[in-house]
């Protein structure tokens, strides 16, 4: 099998994988990362986004030997163990931006990169047109623009590193 | 109120794992040695299975088994069942087929499994899986409820596809309040078949325990026990000491994870076979044509009224589709949790209902989200505004007419209302909502070319499902309490056992909120335990918005136990008489003396046992307690939805929701605003956007997230939410239940709002663009004021 090497979470990590394993497949069951989640197959609900090279992107619908040498980031890299939470998830949190739980590492990582192409300043249409990514169930998306309008703010404040490496 | 307590806004204990991707889902869940399952499906709706050759497919690398639904008969593996039995109106039980894990003899929807292949991956399985050949000889298919009767016959037991033809109420009395009416409104309605889509799909792992014949099942449920319940009892896997069923965290459920579906049978049985753990994930495409759909019914509703807009009678014909077999507790949606809520919020004398439930060749439809109550509420939505639009009345005015005033209230489709104010809730909504600034909108909107829409759902639900007496008597095969297990430790913190549930729901926050409260203790000392049959009692999991209104009241319950045996315990540490001890704020005091005992002290003293001996009193701390309600709960509110609609393309913007409810005492008003948002997307979802639609020959065309249209961010408006409150006098809280309120009032609000704006009445969910735009062109515009 043919063997993959990319920096996860800021630590280099390599397997070997059949060609067609996605880039989920490897994060979750070579790395055990399992907080990426798959909804759909299809690209179309986006539980998948992590940042791949520091853009988000939806590990369904990457081939992880396609991530050769890049540098992933995914919802487990983004608070130091034991460290605080990174302002966005903690806005999630605040804000009751979750309820099952299952969409929201995919709706954290890419409120990350709306706040990394839009700025701090987010108005609430431009963060419901820049979802539309990404699914969710349970919330009726209320508080998680809530959520993604305060993260994004909190960022802008500095009181914590920003995501996109 | 304290900081944690009922009423606080408080922060969900079960967000810092879901947030960090530390969550633990089915498919998060890793066994050693597990293998992977892939289900071979039938494409066709309806065909005989004439032959399966799984030759091919055994000698593909790496696969362990190929089995077949022949082999899963031979090994006495048992059918579904349907857990709720519904008498036609001639006393006839309704016919319920066999509905194999696997299917032998014939297939019966696009989905349907015929075979499964173990693989030592996923990729080996499905390798395989393509491998198998199914010689199927082709039948036709009928998809249509409304054609389900006249089409070609899918199971032996039930002539005419008819499963049952149901009725409740008084025909006669119905007739004759017709035929004195002054205005009669009539109305043909489709309620149209959705998706529930969860967003984590279903998944299983089975694992056999060859050293102690035990069975472990981690899976994707609301109930876990009565999954046990049905796989052991009913088919017979395994006996129910000798099954575990694990539901750790489960990405949403909205129903569609109540009921027990074939592949964790399946799985199970092939665990054993193999004697390495099986695991199962559903691929969305799979999801979509196995996971149980939800509404499918094809109505005529009419509304009798006198000269006053004073509503007389109603009556309503329904055929509701029931698909392909009779999952869990199909048969109950259409009747129990339908007929029942026909009265609305309305004083109406007289109402008749009659339901014939059909199979077609179309994926099983059970209970999604409201189940029932959000069909019953669009037919009463949509005659009662049509009607005031024909009588020419305000609908505030013609619902201020017909609201029931006076509790308890006797409808005459089986409910006693126990409590409500229906006439607050709508007060407060219509300021909310700025209805008298409406028309200065609805001007300004006709400026820019567009119409403006005022859309009124005032609705009802019965939820705190449910005594165990009352849904006997009506077909249940089960009770419907709840249990809870409340377990004090030496050090004072403590253990909630609970039967419920939670999926989304924030059950480990307000349940924990209810012991802070009660018993004084900080909010971080208390964990909320659900989801194990090993861990937690018996119990009957969560749907119907009763995890509040019946799982917190079995906890009150248990707490009451544990704060009478806390007392004895510090009665002996102070040497006081046991009637002296008070508990307040988490203290024990004796009355009339400056004497205390902390709780934590009492609780080690009720486990070290020192001051007391066992003859006095058993030594420990910990306290059961299984609630049976004394009647269903009724939250009821008032949504205004105002829409915008183009009228050169048709498309809808919903530009205003105003939500006021009243749900009872709230433990949490964020997690419960939450569950209204969350709701009302989904009932927006299905009056503007989705929508399941098979061909005839029963394909589903809607079969993916690209054809299957979900609400997304921009799909919604923020929504204005308010509540009213009047207690449910039917537990001890006070609760009557949030979790479906949302997707029971959003839709009729949608509809009424839109049919307002463009001036017809011809108009069916989803109300697309295109179909708004052709009901615009079918009637004749109505002049913008």
């Known amino acids: ?165 | 109120m304290s900081a944690t307590g009922i009423g606080a806004a408080v922060r969900r204990k079960e967000d810092f794992r879901f947030v960090t991707g530390n969550g633990q889902y089915t498919d998060d869940v890793v066994r050693p040695g597990e293998t992977r399952a892939v289900f071979v499906r039938s494409p066709h709706a309806h065909a005989k299975i004439k032959s399966i050759d799984v030759s091919a497919a055994k000698t593909m690398p790496g696969v362990l088994a190929v089995l077949t639904g022949s082999e899963l008969a031979n090994d006495k593996i048992g059918n579904l069942i349907c857990g709720w039995m519904i008498h036609s109106k001639d006393g006839s039980p309704m016919k319920m087929a066999p509905h194999p894990a696997l299917a032998a003899g014939t297939v019966n929807h696009v989905g349907d499994a015929v075979a499964v292949v173990i693989g030592e991956t996923l990729a080996a399985a499905r390798d395989a899986a393509e491998k198998v050949e199914v010689d199927y000889q082709l039948l036709p298919a009928v998809t249509d409820p409304a054609k389900a009767k006249s089409g070609p016959q899918i199971h032996e037991v039930a002539p005419k596809n008819t499963i049952y033809e149901w009725s409740l109420g008084d025909a006669k009395a119905v007739d004759a309040a017709f035929a004195a009416a002054k205005h009669v409104t009539k109305l043909d309605i489709v309620n149209n078949r959705l998706v529930p889509n969860a967003i984590e799909p279903r998944a299983a792992l089975a694992e056999y325990d060859a050293g102690t014949d035990q069975l472990t099942l981690w899976n994707t449920t609301q109930n876990p026990h009565v999954s046990r319940l049905v796989i052991a009892a009913f088919v017979g896997m395994a006996p129910e000491h000798k099954l575990r069923v694990i539901a750790p965290d489960v990405g949403g459920g909205f129903g569609s994870k109540i009921f027990i579906y074939p592949e964790e049978v399946v799985c199970l049985w092939a665990s054993r076979k193999v004697r390495r753990p099986v695991k199962w994930v559903a691929e969305r495409a799979e999801s979509f044509v196995t996971d149980a759909h939800g509404r499918d019914h094809v109505t005529h509703a009419e509304l009798a009224l006198d000269e006053h807009g004073k509503i007389l009678a109603l009556r309503a014909k329904t055929i509701a589709n029931l698909g392909a077999y009779m999952s869990t507790f199909s048969s109950s949606v259409p009747t129990y949790l339908y007929g029942t809520l026909l009265s609305g919020q309305y004083d109406i004398p007289q109402i008749y209902c009659e339901v014939d439930a059909v199979y077609t060749n179309t994926v099983p439809v059970d209970a999604y989200r409201g189940a029932g109550r959000p069909e019953a509420t669009f037919v009463v939505e949509r005659l009662v505004e049509v009607a005031s639009r024909q009588m020419g009345l305000e609908p505030a005015e013609i619902r201020k007419r017909n609201f029931i005033k006076t509790f308890p209230h006797q409808t005459p489709v089986i409910m006693a209302y126990d409590a409500g104010d229906y006439h607050a809730s709508l007060k407060k909504a219509l300021e909310i909502a700025d209805v008298k600034g409406f028309g200065k909108r609805k001007r300004e909107a006709a400026r820019h070319g567009k119409l403006r829409g005022l859309g009124f759902s005032t609705y009802i639900e019965a939820c705190g499902i449910a005594p165990s007496q009352a849904v006997g008597s009506l077909g249940a095969g089960v009770g419907l309490w709840e249990s809870a297990e409340v377990r004090v430790n030496p050090t004072g913190s403590v253990e909630v056992l609970t039967g419920c549930h939670a999926h989304g729901q924030g059950h480990e926050t307000t349940f924990a909120q209810l012991v802070s409260e009660r018993l004084g203790i900080p909010f971080e000392n208390v964990s909320i335990v659900h989801g194990d049959t090993d861990k937690v009692q018996f119990g009957m999991g969560t749907y119907g918005s009763r995890s509040g209104a019946v799982g917190m009241s079995a906890i009150v319950k248990a707490l009451d136990k544990i704060e009478a045996k806390a007392k004895k315990v510090a009665a002996f540490m102070m040497e006081a008489a046991e009637g002296d001890i008070e508990f307040k704020d988490g203290k024990f005091t004796v009355a009339g003396t400056d004497k205390s005992a902390a709780w934590g002290d009492v609780a080690l003293n009720a486990y070290i046992a020192h001051k007391f001996t066992g003859a006095e009193l058993e030594p420990g701390l910990k306290e059961t307690s299984f609630y049976d309600p004394t009647n269903f709960t009724f939250p009821a509110g008032c949504h205004i939805c105002e829409v915008e609609v183009d009228a050169d393309t048709g498309k809808t913007e919903v530009v205003n929701w105003t939500a006021v409810d009243d749900f009872g005492t709230v433990i949490n008003p964020m997690i419960v605003e939450g569950q209204v948002h969350g709701g009302i997307a989904q009932g927006v979802g299905q009056a503007l956007l989705e929508g399941a639609v098979y061909d005839k020959d029963g394909q589903l065309l809607t079969g993916s997230l690209m054809d299957y249209t979900m609400p997304r961010a921009h799909d919604l408006p923020s929504f204005h939410v308010g509540m009213t409150e009047t207690k449910s006098p039917s537990n001890p809280l006070g609760i009557k239940g949030c979790g479906e309120a949302g997707a029971i009032a959003a839709p009729a609000a949608v509809i009424n709002a839109i049919t307002d704006a463009i001036g017809t009445e011809n108009l069916a969910m989803p109300a697309t663009a295109n179909a708004v735009w052709a009901a615009l062109q079918s009637a004749k515009p109505r002049q913008a004021a």
């Open chain 1, 1 to 165: 099998m043919p063997a993959v090497s990319m920096t996860v979470n800021g630590k280099p990590v390599s397997g070997e994988v059949e060609a067609r394993t996605l880039l989920v497949q490897f994060l979750r069951e070579n790395l055990r990362l399992t907080g990426t989640h798959v909804g759909c197959d299809t690209s179309q609900c986006g539980a998948c986004v992590i940042h791949l090279d520091g853009i988000a992107a939806k590990s369904c619908t990457l081939l992880a030997l396609q991530c050769e040498g890049a540098h992933v980031t995914t919802i487990e890299g983004l608070a130091e163990p034991g460290g605080p939470l990174h302002p966005m998830q903690e806005a999630f949190r605040e804000n009751h931006g979750l309820q099952c739980g299952y969409c929201t590492p995919g709706m954290i990582m890419a409120a990350l990169d709306i706040v990394r192409r839009k700025g701090n300043d987010l108005d609430e249409h431009t963060i419901r047109e820049q979802l539309d990514g990404n699914i969710c169930r349970c919330t009726g998306y209320h508080n998680i623009v809530k959520a993604i309008a305060a993260g994004a703010k909190a960022m802008g404040k500095g009181g914590a590193r920003q995501a996109a490496e």
